[in-house]
């Protein structure tokens, strides 16, 4: 006898409903269902990826949800925040400091531990482009009141001359605003000879010297003469030369052989090096090379910036007319060898020492239209990609690892082998996901695929923007389906490559865990929750 009742079913629900009896279901933005994160993992999100790119419903409105739920959550549990942003600028879980420098704005201004708050201020504003970007917030979120004041006071105050000087002559101005500004909105009172600098009095004899070395830099108008001025002053970085030397090729080799050229600063130059072909030297290169490996320790420098450097530097510059990934690049220079290895080994030391768990992974990597848009709010990267990058990631750390992609027809989804090891190279990897980048993405594929073909997993990790809608069981089932048939307590990691509110993952089942994607974080997590030390 026909009847509705035929229908429920807790076993093997379809994504696009809701599981009888779960009521903590959510709709996500493509239509399935999917349960919500805790404050702390969505606040993590918006932090480390941003809000800028989301396939269903645009960066502008995931921005003001992340905004919303951020006041919200200061005026709930201020000490979360704090906490949390403090963790992501310290530990430099972020490719993008600026949702970290909005929140830290937003405390400030709705927040009322106004003394915690002043103390995290020197931890996450590190750089005068920070302290402009925390300007602006602050303009925006109500202006200034005394708190802010204070803590950009102490900012100015709280340097070294030599070490404030070489900030007034790096970062002169940002978002409109400049030094001037703001040292007459927060009232500091650095030293007389760096303020007169800064406010455009002039520059005394008993000035820093790099600040002498500024307005000598200033003057030059061709390679031989900023080379001179180079020689005598080596701290100057090369933001202090006027644009009309920056196609010399001595300028770049004497800020390089002035150790002016390392960390940030190398790597997002490499292009330019590469462009006057500088990098076809291979001695040259090699030194080039080397720095970029020996500077992983100090230099602070997210994995992710490294994938943009190296693809830029293989594939070409995206067109800043283009928007998405698959934009045109532009490239006139050769790939150097050298540097893509180079890049390749600061990615691989830009995590932290992961102790493997030597469970049996397998990860699953979301290639859908979804995960096209850009990741992180860059334009050189699609999620996707990223997302490729961090699996092959954990086949270098986590030795037998399976990586599979989410493919298939719209009536029959399935898995397919994206060529990841741990001997592939992060170019290929990306490649791989890119050239792949197609189907729906039904999360049960892992396990009901395992499950088939009686492969005996131990963590499943799914990598995805948790926007997916398709297939007739939903990932949680299907993993007790797994669990119960194979006789294995397997586990699930979900990877966020969204800043939404929405995950596959169960929060009340403990095998199950929702992180943040993209962060340096992730393969030390992974493995531990793997081996049970979390």
């Not at 933005?29 to 990826?49: D, H, Q, S, W, Y």
């Not at 997210?302 to 045109?328: E, I």
């Not at 090891?421 to 890119?434: G, H, K, P």
Request: charged fraction near 20%; proline fraction near 4%; include cysteine.
């Amino acid at each position: 006898m026909s009847t509705n009742l035929n229908k429920i079913n807790t076993k093997a629900t379809a994504q696009n409903q809701r599981i009888p009896g779960r009521k903590d279901q959510v709709k996500n933005n493509a239509g399935g269902f999917v349960f919500e994160v805790t404050p702390k993992n969505r606040l993590e999100r918006f932090l480390i990826l941003g809000s800028e790119n989301n396939y269903y419903i645009g960066g502008d409105a995931l921005t003001r949800e992340n905004a919303d739920f951020l006041i919200d959550l200061i005026s709930r549990d201020e000490a979360l925040v704090q906490e949390v942003v403090e963790d992501v600028a310290v530990n430099n879980r972020a490719k993008k400091v600026d949702p970290t420098i909005f929140a830290l704005a937003a405390l400030f201004q709705y927040g009322e531990d106004k003394k915690t708050t002043r103390g995290l201020f020197q931890k996450v504003v590190r750089t005068s482009t920070h302290l402009f970007s925390f300007l602006t917030f602050a303009k925006n979120l109500g202006g200034m009141g005394r708190a802010k004041r204070a803590a950009i006071a102490e900012w100015y105050e709280g340097k070294s001359d030599d070490s404030l000087a070489y900030q007034l002559v790096k970062y002169r101005q940002r978002n409109g605003w400049t030094h001037r500004d703001a040292l007459r909105v927060s009232h500091a009172r650095p030293s007389a000879e760096n303020a007169n600098f800064a406010l455009g009095k002039g520059v005394a004899d008993t000035a820093p010297a790099i600040i002498k070395g500024f307005q000598k830099a200033q003057a030059v108008t061709n390679g031989a003469e900023a080379v001179q001025v180079l020689s005598e002053f080596k701290n100057l970085p090369w933001e202090t030369l006027p644009t009309e030397v920056h196609a010399s090729k001595d300028v770049w080799k004497t800020l390089f052989e002035n150790g002016a050229l390392k960390g940030t600063a190398l790597v997002r130059n490499i292009t330019r090096l590469a462009r006057l072909g500088m990098l076809n030297d291979m001695n040259f290169a090699t030194e080039v090379a080397n720095r970029i490996v020996s500077d992983v320790p100090t230099a602070r420098i997210h994995p992710v910036s490294y994938l943009v450097a190296l693809v830029v530097h293989q594939n070409g510059q995206v067109q800043k007319n283009n928007v998405f990934y698959s934009a045109s690049r532009k490239k006139d220079w050769e790939t150097s060898p050298i540097i893509v290895n180079a890049l390749e080994k600061a990615y691989d030391a830009s995590f932290a020492y992961v102790e493997p768990s030597n469970k049996r992974f397998l990860a699953a990597v979301d290639v859908s239209g979804s995960m096209n848009t850009p990741a992180v709010g860059l334009n050189d990267l699609s999620a996707a990609q990223v997302a490729g990058s961090m699996a092959m990631t954990l086949a270098r750390t986590e030795p037998k690892t399976l990586v599979r992609g989410f493919t298939g027809s719209f009536s029959k989804p399935t898995l397919t082998d994206l060529q990841i090891t741990a001997a592939t190279d992060l170019n290929t990897a990306m490649s791989n996901v890119r050239n792949r980048n197609f189907g729906r993405t039904d999360c049960s594929q892992p396990m009901l695929w395992a499950m088939e073909n009686k492969v005996e997993i131990d963590t499943f990790v799914v990598i995805t923007d948790n926007e997916t809608w398709a297939g007739n069981v939903q990932p949680v089932q299907a993993l007790k389906q797994y669990r119960q048939k194979m006789g294995i307590d397997a586990r699930l990691v979900v990877l966020a490559a969204s800043a939404t509110e929405f995950s596959i993952a169960d929060p009340r089942d403990a095998g199950m865990m929702d992180i943040a994607g993209f962060d340096p974080t992730v393969p030390g997590v992974i493995s531990d929750f793997s081996a049970g030390r979390l």
